[in-house]
């Protein structure tokens, strides 16, 4: 820690280095609740099922999630 010298206190800041690890864990702990099996919906097969065909062939290529992946991705292109 830096220590800061006022006239009446000194006041503990934290070291550049010290923001960075804290930076680093928090985006760990971020990453660790995403990927810890917690499941969101996924889009029904009747979307799919109704889809123009160019759409619809594409996404055929794709099974589960990355089928829901490819499709967002796609309607945002």
Do not use: W
Not at 39 to 45: A, L
Not at 63 to 68: I, L
Request: net charge negative; hydrophobic share 35%; glycine share 2%.
């Amino acid at each position: 820690m830096t220590n800061i010298q006022t006239n009446q206190t000194t006041i503990a800041a934290p070291a550049a280095n010290e923001n960075k690890q804290n930076d680093i864990a928090q985006t760990a702990q971020t990453a660790q609740v995403q990927h810890s099996g917690i499941s969101t919906p996924m889009i029904p097969d009747e979307v799919y099922n109704n889809l123009p065909d160019f759409l619809k062939r594409a996404c055929e290529v794709f099974e589960g999630r990355d089928r829901d992946v490819f499709f967002t991705a796609a309607l945002t292109s």
